[in-house]
T-cell receptor, first 115, second 114 residues
Framework: GESVGLHLPTLSVQEGDNSIINCAYS??????FIWYKQESGKGPQFIID?????DKRQGQRVTVLLNKTVKHLSLQIAATQPGDSAVYFC??????????????FGRGTSLIVHP | DVKVTQSSRYLVKRTGEKVFLECVQD?????MFWYRQDPGLGLRLIYF???????EKGDIPEGYSVSREKKERFSLILESASTNQTSMYLC?????????????FGPGTRLTVL
């Protein structure tokens, strides 16, 4: 999961297994969260989002779970494939005056999928 | 599809040089961002811009400035490059400042300062 240390947390899985990537957020008032995927040599790409009025949201092979009690997010990837190898970031909003927000990113988790 | 392009994928500069990193988006987005990404530290916001000629400091603006003369272009400037500015620089844009607006990222510029 996300770490306060300088080393990127790494999750290694076998192809076909399910992956769970964790993220702790800091602001209990945050009401919107996003997961991004960053493949090697590319910028981050949006995967899935969830609002705080939901506990779970499903996409294609991905599910995000939100536990507001402990301020924890998880991203679950079903039947992990080699193409899922990437760094995954969670982001929560830091709100500015006027209703705008700036996303604050976690440090990321590196997912390595072994064939 | 939204496209965010950055002028260079790789740059090598010398200490003290003035460096320009250019970013262009083609979707008429109001907001644009510059981040730097370092191993284990995630993405840290340097500057962002709400609209043309408007800019706001992010978390780590020291040593950087920005320019947004046209809506589609957001430039990051290192007035006098230093070795601690060696990093991956990512540009992003989004339509407005709403919570549900997705950021779209460019491919990044890996800058090395010798």
């Amino acid at each position: 999961g996300e770490s306060v240390g300088l080393h990127l947390p790494t999750l290694s899985v076998q192809e076909g297994d399910n992956s769970i990537i964790n993220c702790a957020y800091s602001n209990s008032a945050s009401d919107y969260f996003i997961w991004y995927k960053q493949e090697s040599g590319k910028g981050p790409q949006f995967i899935i989002d969830i609002r705080s009025n939901m506990d779970k949201r499903q996409g294609q092979r991905v599910t995000v779970l939100l536990n507001k009690t402990v301020k924890h997010l998880s991203l679950q990837i079903a039947a992990t494939q080699p193409g899922d190898s990437a760094v995954y970031f969670c982001a929560e909003p830091s709100f500015l005056s006027g209703g705008s927000y700036i996303p604050t990113f976690g440090r990321g988790t590196s997912l390595i999928v072994h064939p | 599809d939204v496209k965010v392009t950055q002028s260079s994928r790789y740059l090598v500069k010398r200490t003290g040089e003035k460096v320009f990193l250019e970013c262009v988006q083609d979707m008429d987005h109001e907001n644009m961002f510059w981040y730097r990404q370092d191993p284990g530290l995630g993405l840290r916001l340097i500057y962002f811009s709400y609209d043309v000629k408007m800019k706001e400091k992010g978390d780590i603006p020291e040593g950087y400035s920005v320019s947004r003369e046209k809506k589609e272009r957001f430039s990051l400037i290192l007035e006098s490059a230093s070795t601690n500015q060696t990093s991956m620089y990512l540009c992003a844009s989004r339509e407005k400042g709403l919570a549900a607006d997705t950021q779209y990222f460019g491919p990044g510029t890996r800058l090395t300062v010798l």
